[in-house]
């Protein structure tokens, strides 16, 4: 039987899981961790423009959507300026055209919107995915293991598969 003092843990655990506090926990902690491991004496790459301009869009949604932690490695690890980039300026770099529904939402979206509503995405998109459940009919029909030693399975859809030996 569980005592008081482990029911209490029980519910005050759930209770913060409930409220997404546990999960906030959980990303600081992991932040932390890597800003402590990351070696600040190694060199990055630098930067070029169009991975700056990625960073960007990338900052610009972890922030309207709150992931502070995630957005405090992306920073550490990319090597992404702390001040962000004038979002005019990005707006203009991406030939993204902005009017006052567009103008609080990151970026990212309104790319999406244009995409998603694109007149020629259909033709496009149609093709590829039926290109794409090809190739996975394809892969689901056949495929091939080979072992250590270089010997080849193979095996065909509607047969039998079995798998005998081995160590555990």
Do not use: C, W
Not at 17 to 24: A, E, F, K, S, W
Not at 39 to 66: H, K
Not at 69 to 96: C, H, M, W
Request: glycine share 4%; no cysteine.
């Amino acid at each position: 039987m569980a005592t008081s003092s482990e029911k209490l843990k029980e519910v005050l655990k759930e209770t913060l899981d409930n409220r997404g506090i546990l999960g906030q926990i959980r990303a600081r902690i992991r932040a932390e961790v890597f800003s402590a491991l990351d070696d600040q004496s190694e060199t990055r790459p630098t930067l070029s423009n169009e991975n700056m301009l990625i960073n960007e869009l990338i900052r610009e949604y972890l922030e309207f959507n709150n992931y502070k932690y995630t957005l405090s490695v992306l920073l550490t690890e990319s090597g992404q300026p702390k001040d962000p980039i004038d979002r005019r300026f990005l707006a203009e770099e991406l030939n993204i055209t902005e009017d006052h529904a567009t103008a609080s939402t990151p970026l990212l979206y309104s790319m999406m919107t244009h995409f998603i509503q694109s007149p020629h995405k259909d033709s496009i998109g149609k093709r590829r995915r039926e290109e794409l459940a090809a190739s996975r009919q394809s892969a689901r029909d056949h495929f091939e293991l080979s072992d250590t030693s270089g010997q080849s399975f193979s095996h065909e859809a509607g047969h039998a598969f079995v798998v005998r030996g081995g160590a555990r």
